[in-house]
């Protein structure tokens, strides 16, 4: 069963913050790696976050030190706690998974839309 629905999107002010959950099925949860994406209209998909089995996390340049991944392996919940926001963090963010032996990340949510003004 995959299950992976995000939350917690919304509008704030530049500079403000915001905290996005995923909860997972508790297969889905399992997965090698799972991550946050970005996309913007217009624009490519961003990886924005990654985290893998042994909960060893990445960022990417663009949001490193104002982004962090965390996990909660009692809720199978990934969260992206997202601070010092700015307009071009704008985006559908959308939690990914990717199972052991898929190649890829096969399993997405619906996404939760984040819009800085």
């Known amino acids: 069963h995959v299950q992976l629905v995000e939350s917690g999107g919304g509008s704030v002010q530049a500079g403000g913050s915001l905290t996005l959950s995923c909860t997972a099925s508790?297969?889905?949860?399992?997965?090698?790696?799972m991550a946050w994406f970005r996309q913007a209209p217009g624009s490519q998909r961003e990886t924005v976050a990654t985290?893998?089995?042994?909960?060893?996390?990445k960022v990417a340049g663009s949001v490193k030190g104002r982004f962090t991944l965390s996990k909660d392996n009692a809720k199978h919940t990934l969260y992206l706690q997202m601070n010092s926001l700015k307009p071009e963090d704008t985006a559908m963010y959308y939690c990914?998974?990717?199972?052991?032996?898929?190649?890829?990340?096969?399993?997405w949510g619906q996404g939760t839309q984040v819009t800085v003004s």
């Open positions: 985290v893998d089995s042994n909960g060893v996390t």
């Open positions: 508790e297969s889905t949860y399992r997965s090698i790696y």
């Open positions: 990914a998974a990717e199972p052991y032996c898929s190649g890829g990340y096969v399993n």
